[in-house]
T-cell receptor
Framework: DAGVTQSPTHLIKTRGQQVTLRCSPKSGHDTVSWYQQALGQGPQFIFQYYEEEERQRGNFPDRFSGHQFPNYSSELNVNALLLGDSALYLC?????????????FGPGTRLTVL | AQTVTQSQPEMSVQEAETVTLSCTYDTSENNYYLFWYKQPPSRQMILVIRQEAYKQQNATENRFSVNFQKAAKSFSLKISDSQLGDTAMYFCAFMKQPYPGNTPLVFGKGTRLSVIA
């Protein structure tokens, strides 16, 4: 049983560019949440997708957007990249019918903005 | 809004010894869940232990146990018989009662634990 997978592992972009990160949830999970983890900090919630819609959103600008596909996989898009967007981006999956169950995390994508 | 505070940025412990990591949180919720996650250099966030606020009994998982003090809003993690593989960042996290659907985790800033041989 594959856990949560994310791609790519690392990414280097320049300011102003756009980036797309991908996440495949754990088998049986239908909800995907994205977190941003800056260096030396704890993860911060960006948004959550369920039934192909954004259900909840943290305090992040509209430059951060996402998408969920019918197979429950998800993308995180960031436009007009800033230096401050450099971080580890974590994806977590869960099952909507058992919301108190543990969320499982992927290994993350390390984004560096130059 | 909920906040989670981890006041120990770094800690170290000798192999086979016991160490306690501190966590306090602030919330007006009565029903919620608390977690300790471990993040080794591989970056994978791994659940160590969880506690439901409605349960008075402290959770234990093998060498890991918690001291949950609801009135004090304190949730510390005790690691017994520390092993070199316990070296990692440890994050305390809060989740309010889901209604409806899943709710996001709120994390502290983490404690870097080093186990010394």
């Amino acid at each position: 049983d594959a856990g949560v997978t994310q791609s790519p592992t690392h990414l280097i972009k320049t300011r102003g560019q756009q980036v797309t990160l991908r996440c495949s949830p754990k088998s049986g999970h239908d909800t995907v949440s994205w977190y941003q983890q800056a260096l030396g900090q704890g993860p911060q919630f960006i948004f959550q997708y369920y039934e192909e819609e954004e259900r909840q959103r943290g305090n992040f600008p509209d430059r951060f957007s996402g998408h969920q596909f019918p197979n429950y996989s998800s993308e995180l898009n960031v436009n007009a990249l800033l230096l401050g967007d450099s971080a580890l981006y974590l994806c977590a999956s869960s099952f909507s019918q058992r919301p108190t169950d543990t969320q499982y995390f992927g290994p993350g994508t390390r984004l560096t903005v130059l | 809004a909920q906040t989670v505070t981890q006041s120990q940025p770094e800690m170290s412990v000798q192999e086979a010894e016991t160490v306690t990591l501190s966590c306090t949180y602030d919330t007006s919720e009565n029903n919620y869940y608390l977690f300790w996650y471990k993040q080794p250099p591989s970056r994978q966030m791994i659940l160590v232990i969880r506690q439901e606020a409605y349960k008075q009994q402290n959770a234990t998982e093998n060498r890991f146990s918690v001291n949950f003090q609801k009135a004090a809003k304190s949730f510390s993690l005790k690691i017994s018989d520390s092993q070199l593989g316990d070296t990692a960042m440890y994050f305390c996290a809060f989740m309010k009662q889901p209604y409806p659907g899943n709710t996001p985790l709120v994390f502290g800033k983490g404690t870097r634990l080093s186990v010394i041989a």
